[in-house]
């Protein structure tokens, strides 16, 4: 048993030289700018930088749109399955896993292939529309992990007994789903919100494919021309990364374990 | 659940048959807007790739583009993307494995196994341009560790041949996110093996081994194994790290397509699409095998 935990420290020490020590070298490298000593020079650069604002306030607003528009395709549609018909539940269920079957660089593809200017759907015409397109193709990303999200917290509260009490009541449809299911899986759409974000918010294929000025393309733009500035944007990245799945970790205490009734 | 309600429904039929019938197309309302949506954004774009790849330059139908995958180049792209997926699927399940065993099985501090979930939380979503850009930073020709191998044990890897953009840089790039990956799936597998079954082990006088070779990993294998091919699915799609990292010049397919959708690099939008088809049918199958082991192995995790 000794030697167990031996190795298993061997095997930890092991694990943690691996992960910790890209991250020690960018940050070292990150403070490398100024000649001779150590000093925050790129992350000035980098903060002080017009486009970074322009590129992250833009990614901003597109994650938080995808997170509405994930959230307004998703809870309805969860708890109709959950609620009315349980059969069609693997057929969505598949739906939700095909983005992680298909991959980013494919979806896009189509999308460019079939909502060109001379299509039925002529999104990618004017830029709103390809803003509009981006936020979907981001959507349909996320999709795998705000349905398992948003499901997960619909399984732990009693969706036939809250909706039945709802109607008595004299409630309709909108009412119930804004109203009484959606604060009840809040703190599970929250998390789906979160990891949303954080897969969106550096995001490179799509942006860039779609020609849209995101932080992903910024990111990848800085890389090909700077030397130090890439380091102090992988810090902010993984920083901004470890924020949210923080709040996902603080958020997951706050929700409720088990089920009132076992579905 | 599924059967309660298919029960009530039968029960309820008989004494209104109207207004079941009347009631069954609203139903359906509901979930409209999602399937529209997964049908306009998802489907039909895809589907259109796939019927482009059997059509040439005049829309007429050809295998053409399908044999045409073969030209040394796209071969090689394919060869390349194939191993680099496999070798880091392999090495990140190994070694995840060995970490997710160690935390939990292994007697450390159990604030120890918190700490290393969350941050394979934050590590298996850290991918693309910026963890590039920290690879780059350690282990570039100026990379910290390059330089510090090189000052105080006097080894150049670079001058050793290993190189940040080649296909060992690329596979210990992706493994950053890999292992990360697979601690968080196997955790819960690991979890599910019981203490029971190591005390029965005991008691009927298996030794440590025994009880490794014939309860444990039998146990994982399918969690396992399965986790390795969602693992080869997602380095396989990977295209940012990649990019970010060596730029146009390795020859793996995601670059190439990436190439091909931003310039046409191949003169024949139709050979595009049939390269697209390629990444579908390899993920794809990946995720049939995947999906397939999973439900072998939740047999046990109940």
């Given at each position: 048993?000794?030697g167990?935990?031996f190795w298993a420290?061997v095997?930890?020490?092991?694990?943690?030289?691996?992960?910790?020590?890209?991250?020690?070298?960018t940050?070292?490298?990150?403070?490398?700018?100024?000649?001779g000593?150590?000093s925050?020079?790129?992350y000035r650069s980098?903060?002080g930088?017009?486009n970074?604002?322009?590129?992250?306030?833009?990614?901003?607003?597109?994650?938080?749109?995808?997170?509405?528009?994930?959230?307004?395709l998703?809870?309805?549609?969860?708890?109709?399955?959950r609620?009315?018909?349980?059969?069609l539940?693997?057929?969505?269920?598949?739906i939700?896993?095909?983005?992680?079957?298909?991959?980013?660089?494919?979806?896009?593809f189509?999308?460019?292939?079939?909502?060109?200017?001379n299509?039925?759907l002529?999104?990618?015409?004017?830029?709103r529309?390809?803003?509009a397109?981006?936020?979907?193709?981001?959507?349909?990303?996320?999709?795998?992990?705000?349905?398992?999200a948003?499901?997960?917290?619909l399984?732990?509260?009693?969706?036939?007994?809250?909706?039945e009490?709802?109607?008595?009541?004299?409630?309709?449809?909108?009412t119930?789903?804004a109203?009484?299911?959606?604060?009840?899986?809040?703190?599970?759409?929250?998390?789906?919100a979160?990891?949303?974000?954080?897969?969106v918010?550096?995001?490179f294929t799509?942006a860039s494919?779609?020609?849209?000025p995101?932080?992903?393309?910024?990111l990848?733009?800085?890389g090909?021309?700077?030397?130090?500035?890439?380091?102090?944007?992988?810090?902010?990245s993984?920083?901004?990364?470890?924020?949210?799945?923080?709040?996902?970790?603080i958020?997951?205490?706050?929700?409720?374990?088990?089920?009132?009734?076992?579905? | 659940?599924?059967?309660?309600?298919?029960?009530?429904?039968?029960?309820?039929?008989?004494?209104?048959?109207?207004r079941?019938?009347?009631r069954?197309?609203?139903?359906?309302?509901?979930?409209v807007?999602?399937?529209?949506f997964?049908?306009?954004?998802?489907?039909?774009?895809?589907?259109?790739?796939?019927?482009?790849?059997?059509r040439?330059?005049?829309?007429e139908?050809?295998?053409d583009?399908?044999f045409?995958?073969?030209?040394?180049?796209?071969?090689?792209a394919y060869?390349?993307?194939i191993r680099?997926?496999?070798?880091?699927?392999m090495?990140?399940?190994?070694?995840?494995?060995?970490i997710?065993?160690?935390?939990?099985?292994g007697g450390l501090?159990?604030?120890?196994?918190?700490a290393?979930?969350?941050?394979s939380?934050?590590?298996?979503n850290?991918?693309g341009?910026?963890?590039?850009?920290?690879?780059?930073?350690?282990?570039?020709?100026?990379?910290?560790v390059?330089i510090l191998l090189?000052?105080?044990?006097?080894?150049?890897?670079?001058?050793?041949g290993?190189?940040i953009?080649?296909?060992?840089?690329?596979?210990?790039?992706?493994?950053?996110?890999?292992i990360?990956?697979?601690?968080?799936?196997?955790?819960?597998?690991?979890?599910g093996?019981k203490?029971?079954?190591g005390?029965?082990?005991?008691?009927?006088?298996?030794?440590?081994?025994?009880?490794?070779?014939?309860?444990?990993i039998?146990?994982?294998?399918?969690?396992?194994?399965?986790?390795?091919?969602?693992?080869?699915?997602?380095?396989?799609?990977?295209?940012?790290?990649?990019?970010?990292?060596?730029?146009?010049?390795?020859?793996?397919?995601?670059?190439?397509?990436?190439?091909?959708i931003?310039?046409?690099?191949?003169?024949?939008?139709?050979?595009g699409?049939?390269?697209?088809?390629g990444m579908i049918?390899?993920?794809?199958?990946?995720n049939v095998?995947?999906?397939?082991?999973?439900?072998r192995?939740?047999?046990?995790?109940k």
């Amino acid at each position: 048993m000794k030697g167990n935990r031996f190795w298993a420290w061997v095997t930890f020490a092991v694990g943690i030289a691996y992960f910790i020590v890209p991250l020690v070298a960018t940050f070292e490298f990150s403070l490398r700018m100024r000649r001779g000593e150590y000093s925050f020079d790129a992350y000035r650069s980098v903060l002080g930088d017009p486009n970074f604002h322009a590129t992250f306030l833009y990614s901003v607003v597109v994650a938080i749109f995808t997170i509405l528009l994930g959230v307004l395709l998703v809870v309805p549609t969860a708890y109709w399955i959950r609620l009315k018909l349980p059969r069609l539940r693997p057929v969505v269920e598949f739906i939700t896993l095909l983005p992680l079957v298909i991959p980013a660089i494919v979806i896009v593809f189509g999308y460019i292939r079939t909502f060109g200017s001379n299509s039925t759907l002529p999104f990618l015409a004017t830029a709103r529309g390809t803003d509009a397109l981006l936020v979907i193709g981001y959507a349909t990303l996320a999709l795998p992990y705000m349905y398992r999200a948003v499901d997960t917290g619909l399984r732990t509260i009693d969706v036939r007994t809250l909706t039945e009490a709802a109607q008595i009541l004299g409630a309709g449809w909108t009412t119930i789903i804004a109203r009484i299911i959606l604060p009840n899986v809040l703190i599970a759409v929250l998390s789906g919100a979160f990891l949303t974000f954080a897969i969106v918010i550096g995001e490179f294929t799509m942006a860039s494919l779609l020609n849209r000025p995101a932080f992903g393309p910024y990111l990848q733009n800085i890389g090909a021309n700077r030397a130090y500035e890439p380091s102090a944007l992988a810090i902010i990245s993984f920083a901004i990364t470890w924020a949210c799945m923080s709040v996902i970790q603080i958020l997951s205490r706050f929700a409720p374990k088990s089920a009132n009734r076992p579905n | 659940m599924a059967n309660a309600t298919l029960t009530e429904t039968a029960a309820a039929r008989p004494g209104a048959p109207e207004r079941s019938r009347m009631r069954l197309p609203l139903n359906w309302l509901g979930v409209v807007p999602f399937f529209l949506f997964a049908l306009v954004f998802l489907i039909l774009p895809t589907f259109g790739l796939v019927a482009g790849a059997f059509r040439n330059a005049a829309g007429e139908y050809t295998l053409d583009n399908i044999f045409a995958l073969s030209q040394p180049k796209l071969a090689a792209a394919y060869w390349v993307s194939i191993r680099i997926s496999l070798v880091s699927a392999m090495l990140g399940a190994l070694v995840g494995l060995a970490i997710a065993v160690a935390v939990i099985r292994g007697g450390l501090p159990s604030w120890l196994r918190s700490a290393t979930l969350t941050f394979s939380g934050v590590a298996s979503n850290f991918a693309g341009v910026p963890l590039a850009f920290s690879f780059i930073a350690t282990l570039g020709r100026l990379g910290l560790v390059t330089i510090l191998l090189r000052d105080l044990f006097g080894i150049n890897i670079y001058a050793l041949g290993f190189n940040i953009f080649s296909f060992w840089g690329l596979t210990l790039t992706y493994l950053y996110f890999q292992i990360p990956l697979m601690i968080v799936i196997i955790t819960p597998a690991i979890d599910g093996l019981k203490k029971e079954w190591g005390e029965a082990a005991a008691t009927l006088g298996a030794t440590q081994a025994q009880y490794w070779r014939m309860v444990v990993i039998p146990v994982l294998w399918p969690s396992f194994l399965g986790t390795v091919i969602l693992l080869f699915a997602n380095a396989f799609g990977a295209v940012a790290t990649a990019y970010a990292l060596t730029g146009p010049s390795l020859n793996i397919v995601p670059i190439q397509l990436f190439a091909q959708i931003r310039g046409d690099v191949l003169y024949n939008p139709n050979l595009g699409y049939a390269l697209a088809l390629g990444m579908i049918v390899i993920t794809g199958l990946a995720n049939v095998f995947y999906l397939w082991l999973q439900r072998r192995s939740e047999r046990w995790l109940k």
